[in-house]
């Protein structure tokens, strides 16, 4: 009996990475019928991760978040709700644990999905270095929840801390932001600008609002040149955002930071942006051979120690030919590998080999909300150049536009900048709920 059952590709994780392969495979490959493709996320929604800064902040305008379910229909792939547990390679079978609701009643039971050819593409999370207190008292910004409940807590503090209080004695709300790369530079840019639109709305106080930024290094933003990191150091600082650059955090507390040299920094909120990790279950997965900070080793085609799982993104340990380590985890990264390993998938499916992944860098640039953008742009006819201001402000949202372009097409991708910069000249420009 001929069972004719088609190649079935499931995807694990609906970032940058993954919703881009599963959209460009089931336009290519599920549309026609050629495969079952199967997208499993432990949410319903997908944000653009360098975006998660503005979603914290409460300024992200909320048709910004992209429906799985909703994607899956338009783009003829299946989407599943749940988050992977565990990996069975002899039966080709991915595991996905019960979702429950916020009062522990089950939704959705254990689930299995068996694989033909498997794609992690689940991410990474925020690398604590088992510092003590972390866990317990910061905030992190690795996923659109986490996000959300930071946007919350922070204006539910505003709120607390300044409304009905005597301006005369009340006390500065402070927030302090551990690691200066992009997202904690961006975040303190963005949470500068919050406080000034939220005393449009009524809440003078808040521009007292103090925030600092907490650095073992003794430069922010090592991903850019020396010239913009300063440039970018002096700006923040213009806004009146302390830093602490060369302070290494050893131990937090509900109270605030405890740094190397025995000072104490006080805060209110506190954030964690201080480097990342793929999940620390990654390491037991089946024996699928991971480094140190579990991230799943790969070859130039982008597959795992098994032929028949690859992984992309945050997740993936690549390495970069010609230079000291891997392929950093950018969305650029995360969007190229989406490509390479789409063609692979197809091809794999004709008979023909695979795509070897060639990593090309076109730049770094960080957005310090309305202040300035600044970054550096790398090319083969132009070498590298430094850019700020307008120019790299365009520059940086292209590669917004690039991924939404990735996920909508151009069409619908042009009527949503239309519609957004609508809502935005209408609706309050930040989320106060």
């Given at each position: 009996m001929q069972t004719n059952e088609?190649?079935?590709?499931?995807?694990?994780?609906?970032?940058?990475?993954?919703?881009?392969?599963?959209?460009?495979?089931?336009?290519?490959?599920?549309?026609?019928?050629?495969?079952?493709?199967?997208?499993?996320?432990?949410?319903?929604?997908?944000?653009?991760?360098?975006?998660?800064?503005?979603?914290a902040a409460g300024t992200l305008d909320e048709s910004e978040q992209v429906e799985y379910m909703a994607q899956a229909h338009r783009s003829h792939f299946q989407f599943r709700l749940g988050k992977m547990e565990a990996l069975d390679r002899s039966q080709k079978t991915v595991h996905v644990s019960p979702t429950f609701n916020d009062q522990g009643e089950e939704l959705i039971p254990r689930r299995s999905f068996r694989y033909d050819t498997l794609v992690m593409a689940i991410g990474s999370v925020s690398n604590t270095f088992n510092?003590?207190?972390?866990?317990?008292?910061?905030?992190?910004?690795?996923?659109?929840?986490?996000?959300?409940?930071?946007?919350?807590?922070?204006?539910?503090?505003?709120?607390?801390?300044?409304?009905?209080?005597?301006?005369?004695?009340?006390?500065?709300?402070?927030?302090?932001?551990?690691?200066?790369?992009?997202?904690?530079?961006?975040?303190?840019?963005?949470?500068?600008?919050v406080t000034n639109v939220l005393a449009i709305y009524g809440l003078q106080e808040t521009s007292d609002v103090k925030l600092t930024i907490i650095e073992a290094a003794t430069q922010l933003l090592p991903a850019l040149p020396g010239k913009l990191a300063i440039a970018t150091q002096q700006q923040l600082i213009k806004l009146g955002v302390n830093l602490?650059?060369?302070?290494?955090?050893?131990?937090?507390?509900?109270?605030?930071?405890?740094?190397?040299?025995?000072?104490?920094?006080?805060?209110?909120?506190?954030?964690?942006?201080?480097?990342?990790?793929?999940p620390d279950w990654l390491k037991e997965l089946d024996g699928l051979a991971t480094n140190h900070i579990n991230q799943l080793l790969v070859d130039d085609t982008l597959k795992t120690s098994d032929d028949d799982i690859y992984a992309i993104g945050d997740c993936a340990a690549c390495q970069w030919p010609g230079h000291p380590g891997n392929v950093p985890?950018?969305?650029?990264?995360?969007?190229?590998?989406?490509?390479?390993?789409?063609?692979?998938?197809?091809?794999?499916?004709?008979?023909?080999?695979?795509?070897?992944?060639?990593y090309y860098d076109y730049g770094s640039l960080v957005s310090l909300g309305k202040y300035t953008t600044v970054g550096n742009l790398m090319g083969n006819l132009m070498g590298t150049v430094s850019i700020g201001g307008f120019i790299a402000k365009v520059v940086y949202l292209s590669l917004y536009k690039m991924h939404q372009v990735a996920i909508h097409g151009y069409f619908r991708t042009a009527l949503l900048t239309l519609s957004n910069a609508f809502r935005r000249s209408v609706y309050i420009k930040i989320k106060m709920h």
């Amino acid at each position: 009996m001929q069972t004719n059952e088609k190649h079935k590709i499931v995807i694990v994780g609906g970032g940058a990475a993954g919703l881009e392969l599963a959209t460009t495979l089931g336009h290519k490959l599920g549309k026609k019928g050629l495969a079952d493709i199967t997208l499993i996320d432990a949410t319903t929604t997908h944000i653009w991760k360098p975006l998660l800064h503005e979603v914290a902040a409460g300024t992200l305008d909320e048709s910004e978040q992209v429906e799985y379910m909703a994607q899956a229909h338009r783009s003829h792939f299946q989407f599943r709700l749940g988050k992977m547990e565990a990996l069975d390679r002899s039966q080709k079978t991915v595991h996905v644990s019960p979702t429950f609701n916020d009062q522990g009643e089950e939704l959705i039971p254990r689930r299995s999905f068996r694989y033909d050819t498997l794609v992690m593409a689940i991410g990474s999370v925020s690398n604590t270095f088992n510092i003590n207190g972390v866990d317990k008292h910061c905030l992190f910004l690795d996923t659109t929840r986490q996000a959300f409940k930071f946007q919350k807590q922070l204006f539910e503090s505003y709120l607390k801390n300044y409304i009905g209080k005597d301006k005369a004695t009340v006390r500065p709300l402070s927030i302090a932001i551990v690691g200066a790369g992009a997202t904690g530079v961006e975040l303190a840019a963005q949470l500068h600008e919050v406080t000034n639109v939220l005393a449009i709305y009524g809440l003078q106080e808040t521009s007292d609002v103090k925030l600092t930024i907490i650095e073992a290094a003794t430069q922010l933003l090592p991903a850019l040149p020396g010239k913009l990191a300063i440039a970018t150091q002096q700006q923040l600082i213009k806004l009146g955002v302390n830093l602490k650059l060369g302070r290494r955090v050893v131990e937090i507390n509900e109270a605030g930071i405890a740094t190397h040299d025995g000072e104490f920094i006080e805060a209110d909120i506190k954030v964690w942006a201080a480097g990342i990790k793929a999940p620390d279950w990654l390491k037991e997965l089946d024996g699928l051979a991971t480094n140190h900070i579990n991230q799943l080793l790969v070859d130039d085609t982008l597959k795992t120690s098994d032929d028949d799982i690859y992984a992309i993104g945050d997740c993936a340990a690549c390495q970069w030919p010609g230079h000291p380590g891997n392929v950093p985890p950018r969305a650029q990264a995360a969007h190229q590998q989406a490509t390479a390993v789409g063609k692979t998938l197809i091809n794999r499916l004709k008979g023909q080999p695979a795509v070897k992944f060639v990593y090309y860098d076109y730049g770094s640039l960080v957005s310090l909300g309305k202040y300035t953008t600044v970054g550096n742009l790398m090319g083969n006819l132009m070498g590298t150049v430094s850019i700020g201001g307008f120019i790299a402000k365009v520059v940086y949202l292209s590669l917004y536009k690039m991924h939404q372009v990735a996920i909508h097409g151009y069409f619908r991708t042009a009527l949503l900048t239309l519609s957004n910069a609508f809502r935005r000249s209408v609706y309050i420009k930040i989320k106060m709920h």
